[in-house]
């Protein structure tokens, strides 16, 4: 038999139904669900799975259970023993999946990676998709493949410490430069306006870390285009930083570390213990909320126009922007009434005649309308619904991006080719 490649890290139902037969192939399911919801995965697993998949239980079996944080990584023992009795050997060829499409998969991803081993892969859309293609399915068998006993397995574990965080670690990043804290959380969660699901842990998040939910990367279950992730990831993480993930317990802070691992950024870790760890109150660890966090302006990407009022417009050149903006009209165009490029600095913009070639409005309630050149008549403009921690990309050749922040009132953006200079500009 042919050797297994792996075409990359994220795989689709195709090609793992072309080589599902593969003796070098094994396939995990590591399904997980979030605490209050009364779903076995395992027994899920039992019922109904990919074609000779086994169960990969990080909760239980590859975790640290002396630890009162859940499925913290294990040690290289407990780890190699667990990936044996798996039939996992150093040149299997894995692919792991999970029954939400993408969720708890890029755990295992990460977990299997940092202990060392060299091919393993994320099935996209996972379970979801494999049964919308109509594929066929099995039954989870404990120590048998297709009633063939599972064969033990020859990898060892030899643990990566640098893809591993912990409270330390994060104690000694709050406000470093060289390190993006990304928490992918819910935004609520992340501002403490939202109760964390596990009880007794309170709201917020950690100083200087910033918010990327983990859905904004998943579209119907599937990681969305490298071209939409990398403009996401880039818009938090500055050239040169690492980045340290986070959650709410080191599951979803995983799809962070694989989108970004999937868009070629190094340096990365995951923070294990995550908001379990730093959310409990007996460790009185410091908490930023919505009410606490210094103001954070929306990061834009340049060339930017604010405004385009007949003839004139206004630009901003690349960098962060808070906005104060009316909803005024003036012969049925928008008109925009402040703009500052930091608390309290006023700032004047250039005004400048040039070509039109995309606009965009968004408004505070969270409606998009999208346009072409300087027609904004309500009868041409295509509306779309977004969510509060949607994020919204100009499609242009320069994707351009701005949070939806509820700073925003009423904004009318426009893209132009050329760049121009604010003046009186202020780092923020």
């Not at 195709?14 to 995990?28: E, K, P, S």
């Not at 009880?199 to 910033?210: C, N, R, Y």
Request: aromatic share 8%.
């Amino acid at each position: 038999m042919a050797p297994l490649t792996l075409p990359s890290v994220l795989v689709d139902t195709q090609w793992l139904a072309n080589n599902i037969g593969h003796t070098h192939l094994v396939i995990l399911d590591a399904s997980a669900h979030m605490p209050g919801i009364t779903r076995n995965a395992q027994d899920e697993w039992r019922e109904q799975c990919i074609p000779g998949a086994r169960f990969f239980d990080f909760n239980h079996k590859f975790a640290d259970t002396t630890s009162d944080l859940p499925h913290m990584m294990p040690s290289e023992k407990i780890f190699t023993e667990e990936a044996r009795q798996l039939g996992i050997n150093q040149d299997s060829v894995i692919v792991v999946y999970d029954s939400a499409g993408i969720f708890s998969a890029p755990r295992a991803w990460w977990m299997l990676t940092t202990m060392g081993h060299q091919y393993c892969a994320v099935l996209d859309g996972g379970l979801p998709e494999w049964l919308a293609q109509r594929r066929k399915t099995g039954q989870g068998e404990e120590n048998t493949r297709g009633g063939i006993p599972i064969v033990y397995g020859n990898f060892t574990a030899q643990i990566h410490k640098e893809n591993i965080k912990n409270v330390a670690d994060i104690s000694a990043a709050i406000n470093r430069d060289n390190i993006c804290i990304l928490d992918a959380r819910s935004k609520e969660r992340f501002n403490g306006t939202a109760k964390e699901p596990r009880e007794g842990l309170a709201s917020g998040h950690i100083p200087s870390s910033k918010n990327l939910p983990f859905n904004q990367l998943i579209s119907n279950g599937k990681f969305r285009s490298l071209d939409y992730i990398g403009s996401l990831l880039n818009a938090n993480i500055n050239s040169g930083q690492q980045l340290y993930a986070s959650c709410g317990s080191g599951i979803t802070a995983c799809i962070i570390a694989f989108a970004a691992h999937l868009i070629g950024i190094k340096n990365i870790a995951v923070y294990d213990g995550s908001w379990c760890e730093w959310g409990d109150p007996k460790h009185q660890h410091p908490i930023d909320t919505l009410s606490t966090s210094p103001l954070r302006a929306p990061l834009m990407l340049a060339p930017i126009i604010i405004h385009n009022h007949a003839s004139d417009e206004y630009f901003f050149e690349e960098g962060c922007y808070i906005l104060e903006v009316s909803n005024s009209e003036k012969d049925g165009q928008l008109s925009i009434a402040r703009a500052r490029l930091s608390p309290g600095t006023e700032t004047r913009l250039h005004r400048l005649n040039k070509t039109v070639e995309r606009y965009i409005i968004v408004s505070g309630e969270g409606e998009v309308i999208l346009g072409d050149e300087t027609n904004i008549e309500p009868d041409t403009q295509s509306k779309t619904r977004v969510s509060d921690n949607d994020v919204v990309i100009i499609p242009e050749n320069h994707p351009q991006m701005i949070r939806n922040t509820g700073l925003i009132d009423l904004v009318f953006f426009v893209v132009c080719t050329p760049r121009f200079i604010v003046e009186n500009y202020s780092d923020c």
